[in-house]
């Protein structure tokens, strides 16, 4: 029961801009926007999240339409060790607590 | 500072089999959920607990049970294990609330 719709993979030069696409169009007025990503069977890594503003941090960007419809992270320039499984998620609200239902990712190749 | 800690890394099982599974959270990170994720997948939901309650149960069989002791620290219990059950268990602590969640590297779990 993911929320989420990802491009199942892309790629992107070394050195350039990755912008992942995430469609979330049933997202609720409360629920997050969280990016994760996972890097050959370890745990996922947390990168950003944001609510309905755009939100940067060391790692990545966020960038939330303006109807919290969709989401981009941006990776301002990929290197090779960024190649990994993104993973666009809706966090589900469970009374005082949230919990995160992934999809399947977008599969990210970063080519030298 | 020592990050969500699991134990065992590799474990090898029986089918009809039980096996426990050990989180130790963040420190000061009363939240802490569980994962399961079959190779080419994402992340599973298995359960949430927060200040030692479960707060929410995905959609498993009875065969998993967890449970969260007084310093947050966790288990999960596998019982009659199946093939199927074979994936890399993944326990993710956070604060609470909507703050993002820091995973673990995993269990991986083989049952022959």
């Known amino acids: 029961d993911a929320k989420t719709t990802q491009p199942p993979s892309m790629d992107c030069a070394e050195g350039r801009a990755a912008n992942l696409p995430c469609n979330h169009s049933?997202?609720?007025?409360?629920?997050?926007v969280y990016w994760y990503r996972q890097i050959h069977s370890q745990g996922p890594q947390y990168i950003i999240h944001?609510?309905?503003n755009n939100e940067t941090n060391e790692m990545a960007s966020l960038i939330i339409t303006e109807d919290r419809k969709s989401s981009t992270l941006i990776l301002p320039h990929a290197t090779l060790r960024d190649t990994a499984v993104y993973y666009c998620?809706?966090?589900?609200?469970?009374?005082?607590?949230?919990?995160?239902?992934f999809g399947s990712g977008t599969r990210l190749l970063v080519r030298p | 500072d020592a990050g969500v800690t699991q134990s065992p890394t590799h474990l090898i099982k029986t089918r009809g089999q039980h096996v426990t599974l050990r989180c130790s959270p963040i420190?000061?990170?009363?939240?802490v959920s569980w994962y399961q994720q079959v190779l080419g997948q994402g992340p599973q939901f298995i359960f949430q607990?927060?200040?030692?309650?479960?707060?929410g149960r995905g959609n498993f069989p009875d065969r998993f049970s967890a449970r969260q002791f007084p310093n947050y620290s966790s288990e999960l219990n596998v019982n009659a294990l199946l093939l199927g059950d074979s994936a890399l268990y993944l326990c993710?602590?956070?604060?609470?609330?909507?703050?993002?969640?820091?995973f673990g590297s995993g269990t991986r779990l083989t049952v022959v």
């Open positions: 049933t997202i609720s007025g409360n629920e997050y």
């Open positions: 998620i809706v966090s589900l609200r469970i009374g005082s607590s949230y919990k995160l239902i």
């Open positions: 944001g609510l309905k």
């Open positions: 607990y927060y200040e030692k309650e479960e707060r």
């Open positions: 420190s000061g990170h009363k939240s």
């Open positions: 993710a602590s956070s604060y609470g609330g909507s703050g993002g969640y820091t």
